[in-house]
């Protein structure tokens, strides 16, 4: 063992595929599936990952582990043929939120749409009156025993949203608890201003007015607590146009937060357009996009962030086009949009799922769509959602022995192990039915 090799202090031994979310580096391989599919993933066999400091240190062939890393003082997982995958990416939640909205759900049932919903005074309105009620208290305990279900299912970064306050003081509550989770280390958390998810009651007929408090007010306030990293706009039909959403993101912008927007959810009126032009890092939903709309982010830095889960739990089939988007050129992420209103849905592999069997993706695009493309999403491609040394040390070891289980089980919970930055954080042993 060289003298000077750093510190492991954890060893997994024994993995039998490890999905590391890069591209292989030799064509080829036994899957003539992958063909069609616009990512040819590195798939590694029987190798040994090491991780020290919160990072991962070393993912190789056993036989190269001691001269890489002095092993003496950690703790050694045997994989037994697992696979492992990065840690699992949620790049859109609206995961802060107080109440529940099953009695829309109900009315939705029976052919009552969002839209619909939303202009007889429910929706995110509604979603507002609850939380303005809640305390922080019951918010934290609420999202952590959400988070704690996320993380039982493979998410080790969350992007949380605000976005149901819609009043200075309100956003600042939203964003103080999601600043709370981050330190309290539970996942990684990134934390999202969107007092523009829609225009409160108390401002029902002055749009204008409360455009300019989101400007004028919440943004300086926001920045100045020093929480979020980015700014959102609800770009749609009946909340905010594509001329105030670039003056709320631009203004976010020169407050340091960086722009993302969800467009084209329901019409497409340039949201997305409006995206690649910012250079936002991305945009997000895109079920209704159009061929313009994957133009400008084929050209672009922009990631395409879809939510499959909002399609199914809006009770639609209108899926974004994602095949389109790739073969176009777009980055395209998968996320779950949970939130009390369009989607209830935690699960990434169940996303994956409906990607795959819904919009045409290959499970190697869904997979790097929740890890690698994912961490492009919250601009963090520089800390996690690859498994390559100098990365964070977040992985899953899954009760599974091929990445393309993932979709495959839908549903079945497949997760075996999480680690964050090198520490196990759930465990849950099953075995694996070969
Ligand atoms: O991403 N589209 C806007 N915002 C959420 C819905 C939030 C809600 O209905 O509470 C979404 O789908
Ligand atoms: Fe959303």
Same mark, same amino acid.
């Given at each position: 063992m060289n003298p000077a090799s750093p510190n492991a202090e954890l060893v997994v031994t024994g993995i039998g595929q490890a999905f590391t979310g890069r591209p292989a580096t030799t064509p080829g391989g036994d899957d003539p599936t992958l063909d069609r599919s616009t990512f040819r993933p590195e798939l590694l066999s029987g190798v040994t990952l090491a991780a020290g400091g919160g990072r991962i240190l070393y993912l190789g062939p056993e036989a190269g582990l001691e001269r890489a890393v002095d092993t003496r003082a950690a703790e050694t997982i045997e994989a037994e043929g697992r696979l492992v995958t990065p840690g699992l990416i949620d790049a859109h939640t609206h995961l802060?939120?107080?109440?529940?909205?099953?009695?829309?759900?109900?009315?939705?049932c029976l052919g009552a749409s969002y839209q619909e919903i939303a202009a007889s005074g429910g929706g995110i309105r509604a979603s507002t009156r609850a939380f303005r009620e809640a305390d922080l208290d019951t918010l934290l305990a609420c999202s952590r025993l959400r988070l704690d279900a996320l993380l039982a299912l493979g998410t080790t970064t969350v992007e949380i949203k605000g976005g149901y306050g819609l009043a200075t003081e309100q956003e600042l509550?939203?964003?103080?608890?999601?600043?709370?989770?981050?330190?309290?280390?539970? +996942?990684?958390?990134?934390?999202?201003?969107?007092?523009?998810?829609?225009?409160?009651? !108390?401002?029902?007929?002055?749009?204008?007015?409360?455009?300019?408090?989101?400007?004028?007010?919440?943004?300086?306030?926001?920045?100045? +607590?020093?929480?979020?990293?980015?700014?959102?706009?609800?770009?749609?039909?009946?909340?905010?146009?594509?001329?105030?959403?670039?003056?709320?993101?631009?203004?976010?912008?020169?407050?340091?937060?960086?722009?993302?927007?969800?467009?084209?959810?329901?019409?497409?009126?340039?949201?997305?357009?409006?995206?690649?032009?910012?250079?936002?890092?991305?945009?997000?939903?895109?079920?209704?996009?159009?061929?313009?709309?994957?133009?400008?982010?084929?050209?672009?830095?922009?990631?395409?962030?879809?939510?499959?889960?909002?399609?199914?739990?809006?009770?639609?089939? !209108?899926?974004?086009?994602a095949r389109r988007m790739l073969e176009a050129g777009v980055a395209v992420a998968l996320a779950t949009d949970f939130n009390p209103g369009s989607s209830t849905f935690i699960s990434l592999p169940?996303?994956?799922?409906?990607?795959?069997? +819904?919009?045409?993706?290959?499970?190697?695009?869904?997979?790097?769509?929740?890890?690698?493309?994912?961490?492009?999403?919250?601009?963090?491609?520089?800390?996690?959602?690859?498994?390559?040394?100098?990365?964070?040390?977040?992985?899953?070891?899954?009760?599974?022995?091929?990445?393309?289980?993932?979709?495959?089980?839908?549903?079945?919970?497949?997760?075996?192990?999480?680690?964050?930055?090198?520490?196990?954080?759930?465990? +849950?042993?099953?075995?694996?039915?070969?």
């Open positions: 802060v939120f107080a109440g529940r909205r099953h009695e829309e759900y109900a009315l939705r509550k939203a964003l103080t608890v999601a600043g709370t989770l981050a330190r309290e280390g539970y +996942q990684r958390v990134t934390a999202t201003f969107l007092g523009a998810h829609a225009v409160p009651d !108390d401002y029902q007929g002055r749009q204008d007015a409360y455009v300019d408090l989101v400007v004028e007010e919440m943004l300086p306030a926001v920045a100045e +607590q020093g929480i979020a990293r980015f700014c959102d706009v609800f770009c749609e039909t009946g909340y905010f146009s594509v001329a105030e959403s670039e003056r709320i993101l631009e203004a976010g912008r020169a407050h340091g937060l960086a722009p993302k927007i969800h467009s084209d959810e329901f019409e497409a009126i340039g949201g997305t357009e409006l995206a690649a032009r910012l250079g936002a890092v991305s945009a997000d939903h895109l079920t209704a996009v159009t061929d313009s709309g994957i133009r400008a982010l084929a050209g672009s830095r922009t990631v395409g962030v879809l939510l499959p889960g909002t399609t199914i739990f809006l009770g639609k089939t !209108d899926f974004a086009p169940l996303m994956t799922t409906l990607a795959c069997s +819904q919009m045409g993706l290959h499970p190697a695009e869904a997979v790097a769509g929740v890890t690698a493309v994912a961490a492009r999403a919250l601009g963090l491609e520089g800390e996690t959602g690859r498994l390559e040394p100098g990365l964070a040390a977040d992985l899953v070891l899954w009760e599974a022995d091929d990445y393309r289980m993932i979709p495959y089980a839908a549903g079945h919970p497949l997760v075996n192990r999480v680690v964050i930055a090198g520490r196990t954080v759930y465990t +849950q042993a099953k075995g694996i039915c070969r």
